[in-house]
């Protein structure tokens, strides 16, 4: 807190002792001395004018000041600015800036050091950037056509600014609208002694190209021109050239067009070179003096440049057309006539010329519709004015600081103190000179000067200045704040300073004399209707937007809007809209009268802090509250900083406050709670509050995170879980199915050989002989054998007696129903042939088949698979051999086919050993050669029950139950018809054979001659 440690006097004239008009003077030289050139009265920032630049501004200190809030660094113009920006952006409160002080004080470097800081702190981006732009830029376009020396102020603003900056909700700046109010025309045809026309018409003249100054008709000399002061044409310090290329680049960025930027230099030099139009008496025939133009040549320029025709020029700026309810009455006007006339038209010229260059930068700047904004307000109109010759001008600038004034009072000092007696506050009443009753004075609808101004110029009859004065004394002549010779005479008093045409207004900046002369026709601002028509009827784009009056279609006999009325109710609407934000004020100061650096005179200065009631402040300030809320709004903003007014608060709005302001232990000194508000004495108590808000805002925000984030992160979680148990569901589903699956084909594979196993027959285990499958006719007395083989030795029932045929019977039932039955694991060897009863076997059968065995009679030990392979093999290829055609053959072919079923019944469990690894693969091949191999196997069997008779004239045979057995069903159906054949010769006797030949050979021998029977033969044959 730098408010008084190693600060300069006090930065704060709240602060000062003793209170009074010295120490605050001393307080402000002090540290005017030291550059400290701000000070504080609580939130009113006073500056004084340190005619010289100080190294106190730019990127770096705005950088500082951003960080900061009002009371941590020293008394500066950005922290101001950066209080009234935040409000602005935090707290949606609109902003005003008031900027207020005599010309020269330096209001209008303080609006430019509030622009460029909040230009400088506000959202960043193109968009953005380039309304910045435009809106710094207008600054120089507005000074060069608005500004001009004065003997006050070397830039000093001739007219009043208004300037809304309109933001959105982020604080980022849309753009604006610019408010200008009375220009000082009058400026254009005439200077006051020391003062200069407005910057524009020496920067064009001194920085326009030849080029240019030779299209538009002007000399570089500024000698050359009547309306520009030829004593003074330089000001110290302006580089007018340089300053002209800074306008015409302002005006590209703010958007105008090259055309408009060349039109606008079009008419600002037609202005110049009006002025160079002389005008000389001529002499009408009825001896009235009419005027003339002495130099046909500058018209005749002047008319080009118009696009007008040089004679009706010079007809509308030499006579007046009056119309009357009959006809029109053309009168000449005499020189000086015509020269107020002229004159009168450059000043319109110039005056309108203005006003559309500040609706074209309007035009650029404005925000769309639609949007809602945020404005910040930045006034800086013309100070307080007190010359030697007060005019016209000078008394509505005044009026308008007046009425400044009034906002200040209004709204500071007198608002204040009745809202502490509203809101019940304990309050001791401070003085202070309320200028009310001077606004009513000037502005008084009715009775006020300017209404009587008015009434004077509507009035008809004769009506001058002297009248108007007449009035004023006659209605005033009680007035306190008004005084003329004739009121002071009637109070005999002396002033030598009092003419005759004067009079005077106490203004709350002291007394003001004002001269009558020119009150009357300023007023009127009348501009005969010929030259308004000539205006627009020339061919100059701009000039002629510029009188839209001319139009003959638009012209109305009504009269227009008095200057005064005008400026009166844009006075009103500008009060409205400042007492509609939130103020925030700047006391410029001028130290000396000479623009010098480092000079103070307190005299001066007394002067200006008396009339700005800076006094008045401090007390008010003092006694006071630096800051009021209502209690809701409070609330609303503060209860986040108590546990129990956050994040719910039931109770009324006062007993929330009371318990953050409780909680908060802040001093019952800094505090006083009103009907409706609560009331904080100190900025930093207020200061002090924000960083708590601040800080908390912050946990808060930490708080919503790590909220949000643990909530993202355990939906995450949950979702992922629930993905992960869907997941994990489908594969295990997924694997049961699998497994499902494999089980149900193993069972049906089992399944399969179960029915196989049943088809063939039921085993009743290791030790029951087997039954089904097994043929009778295949075993036929083999039960008592098997049961004793069995007895003896389950692995290898030895050969021998009961004969071999017997022993292979067993053996080959024993085993193959075994290994159907599963009773018997092949695989285990438990049960196998040795190679000798496999040779004993093939012996057999290959004797039974009548052929010689092939098979070695030392085998090597096989599995029982290939072991009945093997045998199979021989067995077949014996009887393929021999073929012969027997009952018991076939019975064995039969057996073969048996056995070679057997086999395939046992090569799963080989296929099962071999192929493990390919087994479930093949499962669906395994059990269609199963089913194939058990339809092969029934239709056998089948056929053998089914065998038709014996009878060689039986061609009868069973048809075969599927398509694929056709082929062995007709081989089966042969070979059973031969063989019955061979029964039936096998059993006939050598003389049936022999009869049976001869038929034979006597078929042969009358085969197909039967029919020439009859013929040949007359008797009948009996056979
Ligand atoms: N803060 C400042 N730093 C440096 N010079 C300043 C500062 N303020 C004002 N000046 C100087 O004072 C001169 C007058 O200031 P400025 O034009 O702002 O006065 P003003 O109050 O606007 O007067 P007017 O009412 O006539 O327009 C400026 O041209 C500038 O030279
Ligand atoms: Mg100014």
Known sequence: MTLLEGSVGVEDLVLLEPLEQGSLLKNLQQRYEHKEIYTYIGNVLISVNPYQQLPIYGPEFIAKYRDYTFYELQPHIYALANVAYQSLRD???????????????????????????????????????????????????????????????????????????????????????????????????????????????????????????????????????????????????????????????????????EEEIQQVLEVTALVLKLGNVELADEFQANGVSASGIRDGRGIQEIGEMMGLNSEELEKALCSRTMKTAKENVVTALNVVQAQYARDALAKNIYSRLFNWIVNRINESIKVGTGEKKKVMGVLDIYGFEILEDNSFEQFVINYCNEKLQQVFIEMTLKEEQEEYEREGIPWTKVDYSDNGVICNLIEHNQRGILAMLDEECLRPGVVSDTTFLA????????????????????????????????????????????????????????????????????????????????????????????????????????????????????????????????QFSSELVAIQTRYLGLLENVRVRRAGYAYRQGYRPFLERYRLLSRSTWPRWNG???????????????????????????????????????????LRLQQLATLIQKTYRGWRCRTHYRLMRKSQILISAWFRGNMQKKRYGKIKASSLLIQAFVRGWKVMGKGGGASSPPMGPCP??????????????????????????????????????????????????????????????????????????????????????????????????????????????????????????????????????????????????????????????????????GLKDNLPSTNILD?????????????????????????????????????????????????????????????????????
């Open 471 to 598: 009035k004023l004394n006659h209605l005033f002549s009680k007035h306190t704040h008004y005084e003329s010779k004739v009121t002071q005479n009637a109070q005999r008093q002396y002033d030598h300073t009092m003419g005759l045409s004067s009079f005077r207004i106490c203004h709350y900046a002291g007394k003001v004399t004002y001269n009558v002369n020119g009150f009357i026709d300023k007023n009127n601002d009348l501009l005969f209707r010929d030259l308004s028509q000539v205006m627009w009827k020339a061919r100059h784009p701009l000039l002629q937007s510029l009188f839209p009056e001319g139009d003959p279609k638009q012209a109305s006999l009504k009269r227009p809007p008095t200057a005064g009325a005008q400026f009166k109710s844009s006075v009103a609407i500008l009060m409205k809209n400042l007492y509609s934000k939130n103020p925030n004020y700047i006391r410029c100061i001028k130290p000396n009268e000479h623009q010098q650096r480092g």
């Open 91 to 257: 707290r949606d409160r609109d902003q005003c800036i008031l900027i207020t002080g005599e010309s020269g004080a330096g209001k209008t470097e303080a609006s430019k050091l509030v622009m460029s800081y909040v230009a400088a702190v506000c959202g960043k981006g193109e968009q953005v950037n380039s309304v910045k732009e435009q809106l710094l830029q207008s600054n120089p376009v507005l000074e060069a056509f608005g500004n001009a020396k004065t003997i006050r102020n070397n830039n000093s603003s001739r007219f009043g600014k208004y300037m809304d900056i309109e933001f959105d909700f982020k604080g980022s700046p849309l753009g604006g609208v610019i408010t200008n109010y009375l220009l000082e025309k009058s400026r254009v045809v005439k200077q006051l002694e020391g003062e200069r026309n407005f910057h524009i018409f020496y920067q064009l003249l001194a920085g326009a190209e030849a080029d240019l100054l030779k299209a538009l008709k002007l000399e570089r000399e500024t000698r050359c021109y009547v309306y520009l002061n030829r004593k003074v044409s330089r000001v110290d310090g302006m580089d007018d050239a340089s300053n002209f290329k800074a306008v015409q680049s302002a005006m590209a960025v703010i958007g105008f067009s």
């Open 652 to 694: 009324g709005d006062r007993e929330g406050v009371e318990k953050v302001v409780g909680e908060l232990s802040l001093s019952s000194e800094e505090l006083a709670f009103g009907k409706t508000k609560i009331f904080i004495r100190s900025p930093k108590t207020l200061f002090h509050l924000e960083e708590r808000r601040r």
């Open 776 to 941: 009778t006719w295949f075993l036929p007395d083999c039960a008592s054998c098997w049961e004793e083989r069995a007895a003896e030795s389950e692995s290898c029932p030895p050969p021998g007696p009961p004969g071999v045929r017997g022993h292979v019977h067993v053996c080959v039932g024993f085993w193959v129903c075994r290994c159907v039955s599963g009773s018997v694991d092949a695989r285990r060897g438990d049960v196998c042939l040795c190679p000798g009863c496999v040779s004993d076997l093939a012996t057999e059968f290959c004797l039974l088949l009548g052929g010689p065995c092939s098979l070695p009679t030392r085998l090597p030990l096989l599995s029982p698979s290939r072991t009945v392979s093997a045998l199979y093999l021989t067995v077949f290829s014996v009887w393929v051999r021999n073929r012969t055609p027997s009952r018991s053959g076939f019975g064995l072919l039969c057996l073969t086919v048996y056995l070679y079923v057997g086999s395939f019944l046992v090569c799963p469990c080989q296929a099962r050993k071999d192929y493990r690894k390919y087994f479930r693969s093949g499962a669906a091949l395994t059990l269609a050669n199963f089913i194939y191999k058990s339809i092969t196997r029934k239709f056998l069997l």
């Open 955 to 1023: 061609k009868t045979w069973p048809a075969a139950p599927y398509k694929c057995f056709h082929t062995a069903n007709q081989e089966l159906r042969q070979l059973f018809y031969r063989w019955k054949c061979k029964k039936f010769r096998d059993r006939l006797s050598l003389k049936q054979v022999e009869n049976l030949r001869e038929k034979l050979c006597a078929s042969e021998l009358f085969k197909d001659k039967k029919a020439s029977y009859p013929q040949r033969l007359r008797l009948e044959f009996f056979s």
